[in-house]
């Protein structure tokens, strides 16, 4: 399923909803009933291979000081999740170090909704960067299982097929900027193989390990150097509580990719991922 994006100056909302089951998911719904004074929670992922690390803003569209949010974001990184009141905030990216008063190379408006979790992410070359609102689900799965989608993210790989050595096939031409639904598979530790059906030569082999009660999502990035990689990312380990942590430093692009990559163990079943049912407003400079 294509994950859609703004491009510069294009005003619109995101209202397409991933139901299906792949490497970033759950089979089910959302937390049930939850209430509109509810908070939501929102983070934030680099996806674009060329663009240095960024400091990432989150002010209320309403007005009020820009504060800083996530330092020096580098590529591959995605936050831990920030609880925050329904409404519209304003994410905005500025160069390492730049004064919070500086221009926004990139930023863009995320409407957000009690009980209800975001990612908001920067995708594709510095000069064709793109902005996405992905609409996560935190819900947990059965015990014994996990669920896992996948985020095509590598620039190099124009479409993708993600394998487990062996076993099922996770993802199929998952065209480069989309995202897949989820699905649901047995606790365990996996070896998942991703490969460009265009170029096979374009391929990189992960260990996953799958355990019970978990989200995972899997980012494939190009890696530092040439090729792709893979690498996951806990959405959530228990009942109601998403993971924490902080962005890592240079994640996908200095990942290790065929040469042995390690995707980090969880446990796992992976919520539904929700993709859209957010409005985007878009501008961009040249992030150098």
């Known amino acids: 399923m294509p994950i859609r994006s703004n491009r510069p100056t294009t005003?619109?909302?995101?209202?397409?909803?991933?139901?299906?089951?792949?490497a970033f998911g759950l089979i089910g719904t959302g937390p049930a009933a939850?209430?509109?004074?509810?908070p939501a929670l929102i983070r934030v992922a680099h996806f674009s291979p060329d663009t240095p690390g960024v400091d990432?803003?989150?002010?209320a569209f309403s007005g009020g000081t820009a504060s800083l949010w996530v330092p020096n974001a580098?590529?591959?990184g995605v936050s831990a999740y920030k609880q925050v009141a329904p409404g519209i905030y304003v994410v905005s990216m500025r160069p390492h170090g730049a004064a919070p008063s500086t221009p926004a190379a990139v930023s863009w408006n995320i409407q957000v909704a009690g009980g209800q979790?975001?990612?908001?992410?920067?995708i594709g070359s510095n000069s064709s960067l793109k902005t996405i609102v992905l609409h996560?689900?935190?819900?947990?799965p059965p015990n014994g299982t996990g669920r896992v989608r996948v985020v095509q993210a590598a620039s190099r790989a124009p479409t993708a097929n993600i394998a487990a050595v062996g076993g099922v096939t996770v993802a199929q031409a998952v065209p480069f900027a989309s995202t897949t639904g989820y699905t649901s598979v047995p606790a365990g530790?996996?070896?998942?193989?991703?490969?460009?059906?265009?170029s096979p030569a374009v391929s990189t082999t992960a260990q996953l390990s799958v355990a019970s009660g978990t989200v995972l999502s899997i980012l494939l990035l190009d890696a530092k150097g040439g090729g792709i990689t893979m690498r996951s990312v806990l959405d959530a380990a228990s009942a109601g509580t998403p993971p924490?942590?902080?962005?890592?430093?240079g994640g996908g692009g200095t990942a290790v990719g065929s040469n042995g990559a390690t995707v980090a163990a969880v446990d796992a079943a992976l919520a539904v991922l929700v993709l859209g049912s957010a409005t985007v407003l878009y501008r961009r400079r040249r992030l150098v």
Not at 189 to 198: E, F, K, M, V
Not at 244 to 249: F, K, N, Q
């Open 11 to 22: 005003a619109g909302a995101v209202g397409l909803i991933a139901m299906a089951s792949v």
């Open 34 to 38: 939850a209430a509109p004074s509810d």
């Open 56 to 59: 990432v803003y989150l002010t």
């Open 74 to 76: 580098a590529y591959g």
């Open 117 to 122: 979790a975001y990612t908001a992410a920067a």
């Open 136 to 140: 996560d689900d935190l819900t947990l």
């Open 189 to 198: 530790s996996w070896t998942l193989r991703a490969t460009d059906p265009g």
């Open 244 to 249: 924490s942590g902080s962005v890592p430093g």
